[in-house]
């Protein structure tokens, strides 16, 4: 038996369901599947423990899919982005630096969030929306596109017909795949430990990146837990060294922590459990096949640094969603579809390419070449036309929404 649909969304991540509850609030009927039911409890077997900056340009697309109403109250705001270089023959800072949003805006930089919550909230608002669907534990397994529409079997035999299917089925896309899409991959030997923190000195909302080799760690608040100051941590090394620490008991870890951390905010004591994740770069040769759009981790993969990653997927769904919007009748076509892999692919490139150099220069470990980042970064922010502008290419503010 065969289904019809204007919109198939592969893939139940965050931007998946971020892309149901968008194309959903604006009317086109949408179907979404994920092979995986989504945990959405922090203590829950497979919970999903990184967390999500929302940059501001992202907060538009998140309230017209409904869902910023129920993320705000959660969120904790990012008004500060302080980077140490602890590259010193010791661990301690060397050079430290604010770049405050409000220098280019009257709003924090972002607002962030629990991976597991997004999930959580996300699927209460699909729940409102009568003419979307969420398919869990279903997978897409087989595509045939055609001119008119995209023919895809679903892992329970089911048959969609849709107009446009969305691939934002992850870094490893079988949708992308079956259109013969390629990626360029590039891998550092790094893995990331996340996790969350409490510690005695509040962190006043700002979000720290402490540089000193194999990787930043970053400290990105989170609300208080249970009274006390929260942070979420993404600690990236070498892959072996990121599996030692993750091994490690709990007192010798927070015991390295502390180390790594400067000790900037007091004590740090582990308040979630520890997951590690590879760090790779990737971007797909195309972000559209006929009938499909390539979205999210389908189309682009990036180190956790400077926020950007689900950024530059809700900048993915916003030019989308603008443009189905524009022509509902020609969703999924061929002019459509080539015109947001115009409208996306060079800006993907671009912040593809400037974090995998970030990630590189993070990376460093020679003293003297440490020394010449450290010397960089004194550089940087110390010509404020520049620095300005370079936090408004962060963020991707344009016209009337920047400051100064």
């Known amino acids: 038996m065969r289904e019809t649909t204007d919109i198939l969304i592969s893939g139940g991540g965050v931007a998946g369901l971020t892309a149901a509850a968008a194309f959903g609030a604006a009317g086109f009927k949408v179907i979404c599947a994920d092979p995986t039911?989504?945990?959405?409890?922090?203590?829950?077997?497979?919970?999903?423990?990184?967390?999500?900056?929302?940059?501001?340009?992202?907060?538009?697309?998140?309230?017209?899919?409904?869902?910023?109403?129920?993320?705000?109250?959660?969120?904790?705001?990012?008004?500060?982005?302080?980077?140490?270089?602890?590259?010193?023959?010791?661990?301690?800072?060397?050079?430290?630096?604010?770049?405050?949003?409000?220098?280019?805006?009257?709003?924090?930089?972002?607002?962030?969030?629990?991976?597991?919550?997004?999930?959580r909230e996300m699927l209460a608002r699909l729940d409102e929306l009568p003419n979307v669907s969420f398919l869990s534990g279903v997978a897409t397994k087989s595509l045939l596109t055609r001119d008119a529409e995209a023919l895809v079997t679903l892992s329970d035999g089911r048959k969609i017909a849709a107009r446009l299917l969305i691939a934002a089925d992850g870094r490893g896309s079988t949708m992308r795949d079956a259109l013969g899409i390629g990626v360029k991959t590039m891998r550092y030997g790094q893995k990331a430990v996340v996790f969350a923190v409490t510690h005695p000195i509040p962190h006043a909302n700002v979000s720290t990146e402490i540089h000193r080799s194999g990787g930043p760690f970053t400290l990105v608040p989170l609300p208080d837990r249970d009274g006390s100051p929260c942070s979420a941590v993404v600690w990236m090394e070498t892959g072996p060294e990121a599996q030692r620490l993750a091994a490690l008991v709990a007192a010798d870890f927070e015991a390295e922590a502390n180390l790594r951390s400067c000790h900037i905010l007091g004590p740090l004591q582990l308040a979630s459990p520890r997951s590690v994740w590879p760090i790779i770069t990737q971007i797909a040769d195309r972000m559209a096949g006929e009938r499909t759009a390539l979205l999210a981790e389908a189309a682009h993969v990036v180190p956790p640094i400077g926020a950007q990653g689900l950024n530059m997927s809700l900048a993915d769904l916003a030019c989308l969603l603008e443009l189905a919007e524009a022509d509902p009748a020609r969703l999924g076509d061929a002019k459509m579809l080539d015109s947001y892999h115009r409208r996306r692919h060079l800006d993907v490139q671009a912040r593809v390419s400037g974090i995998d150099a970030l990630n590189r220069a993070s990376m460093l470990e020679g003293q003297g070449l440490r020394d010449l980042r450290a010397g960089a970064l004194n550089a940087l922010y110390s010509l404020a036309p520049l620095r300005k502008t370079l936090m408004k290419a962060g963020l991707g503010l344009r016209g009337a929404e920047q400051k100064g």
């Open 37 to 119: 039911p989504p945990v959405t409890s922090a203590e829950a077997a497979g919970a999903d423990l990184r967390t999500t900056a929302f940059l501001q340009p992202s907060i538009g697309v998140l309230q017209a899919a409904g869902l910023w109403a129920r993320l705000e109250p959660y969120a904790a705001p990012l008004q500060i982005m302080r980077i140490i270089d602890a590259g010193g023959p010791i661990a301690e800072p060397r050079v430290v630096k604010d770049f405050d949003a409000s220098e280019i805006s009257d709003q924090p930089f972002g607002w962030n969030l629990p991976n597991w919550l997004l999930r």
